[in-house]
């Protein structure tokens, strides 16, 4: 078994429960009530809240926060400096702790660098995220958006490579990458080998 790697500067409250072979960098705080799997890293100066749920092999890229009522599946990738939230409608002298809205982040989706994900969404499997783009909505499996609201350009691979699909329709396409086909019927890219 591998242990976890804590950065002496990294503060990581009792109770929080790091997977084997995890890394926790500089500046690091993970709070009591988190749960991060196994073969995670975590960035410079991330904050992971109580009510977090991380699977594993997640990377957290520098200065990320993942707030209260946020699930990242494995394979997760942050990019750095992008954004969740957790309240939809922020007032400093009005407390919504309990109105905290949940969101999820399926098995393999990439959320690139500076990008926002405004809580009460769920982005599919292996979706991807463009760079700087503001989520207020659901994002399917596969889907490659991009934009301020994000709006949907296309379809990727597992690999991460674009695949030559219709937005809508039907169609079958092949990651350039590893060869694996996907098919595109009533709006879901689904991979068949």
């Keep these: 078994m591998t242990p976890v ?16 072979a995890s890394r926790v960098w500089h500046w690091v705080h993970v709070c009591g009530g988190a749960q991060i799997g196994r073969h995670c890293s975590l ?13 594993d092999r997640v990377k957290i890229q520098n200065n990320v926060s993942v707030y209260d ?11 750095p400096s992008m954004v969740f939230t957790n309240v939809y409608n922020p007032r400093a002298a009005i407390e919504r702790k309990s109105e905290y ?5 399926k098995r393999g989706a990439t959320l690139g660098a500076n990008c926002t994900i405004v809580c009460g969404v769920t982005i599919g499997e292996y979706a991807f995220v463009g760079a700087g783009a ?3 909505r659901d994002v ?3 889907a490659l958006v991009v934009g301020v609201p994000a ?7 597992r690999h991460g490579e674009q695949l030559a699909l219709p937005l809508a329709g039907t169609g079958e396409a092949v990651c350039p990458h590893t060869g694996d086909r996907y098919r595109l ?9």
């Design 151 to 157: 709006r949907q350009i296309g379809w990727m691979s």
């Design 101 to 105: 809205r949940d969101t999820l982040v």
């Design 5 to 20: 790697q804590i950065h002496p500067t990294a503060i990581v409250d009792e109770g929080a429960r790091i997977g084997e």
């Design 69 to 79: 009522n946020v699930t990242l599946e494995d394979d997760v990738f942050c990019g």
């Design 140 to 142: 399917p499996d596969h």
């Design 134 to 136: 503001v989520v207020n």
């Design 43 to 55: 960035g410079q100066n991330v904050f992971v809240g109580n009510r977090v749920v991380i699977g």
């Design 185 to 193: 019927s009533e709006g879901r890219c689904i991979r068949e080998s």
